[in-house]
């Protein structure tokens, strides 16, 4: 409804896991990095963690595009509240298995004979079960027990498993210290700091059709920071919100009582404000400054309290580091030339 009175092509904030608006922060750029490393050199069984809402599903969705240009053989799991018949039931379709069997033990040689012959074509296979936490003991051992499909030298099933922090505890338990052993890779995805924020609804914006971001003054989107706290989902939900609202008052700019209101209309509190936002983790500056030949972005200044006073007056259009913001959005381009080399 918004998008013709903003210039927008489409909607920059929709919900679904759409790898073309993917952010390229720093630490999504080491989380990437960290499972296209572990699919490629296939030691088993890689973990992705992040609170809900930061962006795991998207990110996953990134990996599947890059494998499946690769002709990677691939099933994703989004749906853990199943049997184990029913799990193996999946298992058969996504890999494309003919079994006619409903036994477990024909299942499995039927599996691993498809694994092994796509492995000789040079399609490895990749196994993506989203939402892990809420998987049953029963399906975690299952999973264990898949990662025995295996030659002399590799892995022939390559397994990733996401889900919210919860599933650190879980795997920490005693009667899953076999699968816990098997844990080679561990990416985490922590919510977005203030400036990262800038960056998200700057790419965000851009693709979805406008040349530069100037909807957002700098007080707003430190107001949007202290309602959503650097969560992917709800800054979405909100900028949405508060675009529709904009749009019925006719307002070229989202100001700050706009975002007031549009989080008034979806029941978001703030949370304690904060004079800056959390740093980056130090692996993820590391990942900026390696990976791609990519410059961690340099601090943009922030106001000097987070008040979300009305902001109707004129304000200075938000600047992104550009050079570096561009680098890292090129980094899918390069992972696949390093898949390339390691496939």
Known sequence: MYQGFYNLKENPFRLTPDPAFMCMTAQHQEALSGLIYSVCTRPGLAVLMGEAGTGKTTLLYSLLSLLEKRRFVTALCTNPMLTREEFYDILMIKFGVACGSSLKSRQLIALEERI?????????????????????????????????????????????????????EILRRAELRQLKQRVSCICKLQPLTLDELKEYLHHRLTRAGLPTQSLFPEETIELIYVYTQGIPRLINSLCDSALQTGFALQSSRITASIIEEAARDLELVREVEREEAPPINQLARVAASTVGGAVPAKPLPASAALNGKNGNHAAPEIRIPLDSYATRQKSLGFFGSLMERWK
């Open 116 to 168: 092994r012959q796509c492995r000789s074509e040079g399609r490895p296979a990749v196994l993506i079960v989203d939402e892990a936490q809420r998987l049953s003991l029963e399906l975690l051992e299952e999973i264990r027990l898949l990662l025995n499909m295996e030659t002399a030298s590799e892995k022939l099933l390559q397994i990733i498993v996401a889900g919210q922090p919860e599933l650190g």
